[in-house]
């Protein structure tokens, strides 16, 4: 059962444009999200989280952005840049346990 | 501070043999997950460890595969006999058990081949 869902595999963006990754999940039980980068050959890396008393939590150029009642969140990337380009994982707990990663989305930006 | 360590990085065997991996967690993270990682199906929870008890096994695939935590500074993620379709990337990752909210820290994976 996928309880978190990246349903783009892919997305190619310019460089200085705006990336939006999504994901969607369907356990209402949920109560805190996370966004992890994936380089090749190397382990996923944590990004930036959110709680779900939030609905928007912000890091620099990375900003994620939660709709409890649409059960999404999304990750903005802005200005993208090229070293910005890896795999992209979308992950959700409750109550401090384990953690369902999507599938992930692979971000590719372009010179 | 180091990281979560895996090992081997790379390991090829032929179908049939016992194949173990290995973790280390970071120095006081008394939580850890072996994950798989797949085209097909992303990264998959397979255990996880709380004070080196396991908490939840169910997304171990078969009885091939077994998991200890035999101290709060090494695992063992453990298939036998292995299959060409246990093919995958695992990783291990910890985390401070008690703390709320804290993210996990994986290790650079163990990028398994079975022939």
């Known amino acids: 059962d996928q309880q978190v869902k990246q349903n783009s595999p892919s997305l190619s963006v310019q460089e200085g444009r705006i990336s939006i990754l999504n994901c969607d999940y369907t356990n209402s039980m949920f109560d805190y999200f996370l966004w992890y980068k994936k380089y090749p050959a190397e382990g996923p890396t944590f990004l930036i989280s959110?709680?779900?008393?939030?609905d928007k939590n912000e890091d620099g150029r990375f900003t994620v952005f939660l709709n409890k009642s649409a059960k999404h969140l999304s990750l903005h990337i802005v200005p993208s840049q090229p070293g910005d380009s890896a795999v992209y994982f979308c992950?959700?707990?409750?109550?401090?346990?384990?953690?369902?990663f999507g599938a992930g989305t692979r971000l590719t930006v372009k010179p | 501070d180091a990281g979560v360590i895996q090992s081997p990085r790379h390991e090829v065997t032929e179908m049939g043999q016992e194949v173990t991996l290995r973790c280390k967690p970071i120095s006081g993270h008394n939580s850890l997950f072996w994950y798989r990682q797949t085209m097909m199906r992303g990264l998959e929870l397979l255990i996880y460890?709380?004070?080196?008890?396991?908490?939840?096994d169910s997304g171990m695939p078969e009885d091939r595969f077994s998991a200890k935590m035999p101290n709060a500074s090494f695992s063992t993620l453990k298939i036998q006999p292995s299959e060409p379709r246990d093919s995958a990337v695992y990783f291990c990752?910890?985390?401070?058990?008690?703390?709320?909210?804290?993210?996990?820290?994986f290790g650079d994976g163990t990028r398994l081949s079975i022939l």
């Open positions: 990752a910890s985390r401070p058990v008690g703390y709320s909210n804290q993210p996990q820290h």
């Open positions: 959110i709680s779900s008393i939030k």
């Open positions: 992950a959700a707990s409750y109550n401090n346990n384990d953690m369902r």
């Open positions: 460890f709380n004070n080196n008890v396991p908490i939840d």
